[in-house]
């Protein structure tokens, strides 16, 4: 039973002509696509979505957003395996960047705001309270274990100068 919904086609379950329960959904030029739990014509439940960008984002959906756990990988190799709010990074979770650097910790409103370690490719870490996305009171410790400065109030203090 396919439908032609949200510039797209979607085949499933319908209740009252829209997307209820299970069921696909595919974007009309094909680079789009949604498989998973539907209520009142959103993604609600456990789902994976395929984006235009190539990404994919498989987990917990509430009324269309991401909420709850989830994992979602880039193919440029960004990539967050943890808790969502309202779409966006909230909770615990671990962000890793396209350069390999990657940060496990707390976010909110998707930024780095809480208990975390941000650790550099190279193996330096700066580990602390973050705020807002950046080291609020932290450690920063160079690759070989060395401390070699701290953030306070947000603020760089290097050590030993």
């Known amino acids: 039973n396919d439908l032609t919904y949200n510039n797209g086609v979607y085949s499933g379950e319908v209740l009252d002509g829209i997307p209820s329960g299970a069921g696909n959904w595919i974007s009309n030029d094909g680079l789009e696509e949604y498989i998973g739990e539907w209520q009142d014509g ?31 990988d880039h193919p440029d190799g ?59 009171y932290a450690e920063y410790t160079n690759a070989t274990g060395q401390v070699i400065g701290q953030y306070v109030d947000g603020a760089w203090n290097e050590l030993g100068n």
Not at 48 to 60: Q, R
Not at 79 to 105: I, L, P, W
Not at 125 to 133: E, L, R, T
Request: net charge positive; no cysteine; glycine share 20%.
């Open 78 to 136: 960004r990539k967050y395996v943890g808790e969502y709010r309202d779409g966006k990074m909230h909770g615990q979770g671990v962000h890793t960047f396209s350069n390999g650097d990657v940060y496990a910790g707390v976010f909110e409103h998707g930024r780095q705001h809480g208990k975390g370690t941000y650790t550099f490719s190279d193996g330096s870490i700066i580990a602390g309270d973050w705020k807002s996305g950046k080291p609020w």
């Open 42 to 72: 959103l993604w609600h439940g456990e789902g994976t979505h395929k984006a235009s960008d190539g990404s994919i984002n498989s987990g917990e959906y509430q009324l269309g957003q991401r909420n709850g756990q989830s994992s979602w």
